[in-house]
Structures are given as C-alpha cells and as structure tokens.
C-alpha cells in the first residue's frame, strides 16, 4: 500500500494506491462463499457460485486502485473508472479481500494480500470512514494468515 500526493484532477486527491493482479481461479478463491445455513443454503451457493464464476474474468488482471475521501479510481486493462463514494453501494470485508459493490452496477476487490499485514488493520479503518455504513463485515471478515493469501501483486520475487 502506497500513500501518494498526487491529484487527479480538482475532485480526487489520492489517498492510498493498491495495485495487483488476479488471475480468474484467485477472483474466484478469493470471493468463495463459506458454507450457509437453512433451507435455501444450498441454492443460494449454486447461485452465488455462478455469480462469481461470472465475474471473475472481468475482475481478473492487472488492476491499480487508488482511493480517496473522495471516493476511488480504478485502472484495469478495460480501462479506467472514477467512482464517488455516493456509487459505492457496499465495501464488504470478507476473510481474504474487500469487495467493493459500485452502483449501478460492478465490482472491484482489494485481497487481503495486496496489503502488509501490519497495515491491515489501518487499510479497513481508512475504508470504513470513508464508506461509513456501508462498510460491512462478513464471514469474520480479516482472519486469514497471509501465508494462505499468496501473493497478488504481480511482482516476481
């Protein structure tokens, strides 16, 4: 995680620069769903599970997320988004990554590994000021070691 002064224009200041790249089977580990419980737990896994097998590819790459008080900009090979924090439907905490859910439509991940372990704690803090109450927790949200996370930066030791 890299805390930079540059701008982007008059509206975006950057706050914290997170860059990495996914391969679609690491979109799609990251964002598993962990078991369920009731009568439409099963269901509700098939449909989850073909959501994200959906979006993997979409989300996979070399991505560039830079976030702000403002809200976040994000670089892909697709292109590039700036989004206000009033499009930021969600930013859930999950155990391996946040997903940001944008409106009206679309998603962006930050995984867990992309971010020192030490720094963990201050990146979600940041996060949940920013995205206020839409920042949710789920599934126990940061729990995983980040020898199980692997490396997604991209970068060749």
Known sequence: MGVTSAHWGEDFAVGITV?????????????????GRGPFAGWRQRLMDKAIASLSPRVAGP????????????STT?????????EVAHVIERRYAWVLQLRPSGVSM?????IAPDERVAFANQLRAWAGSKYKVREGGMVAPSEMLGDFTGESS
């Open 78 to 86: 697709a292109g590039l988004r700036e989004v206000a924090w009033a």
């Open 110 to 114: 930050v995984p867990m590994a992309a």
């Open 63 to 74: 991505t560039t997320l830079e976030l702000s008080e403002a809200g976040l900009r994000i």
């Open 19 to 35: 860059s990495f790249d996914l391969t679609p089977e690491q979109v799609q580990e990251l964002l598993k769903a962990t078991g």
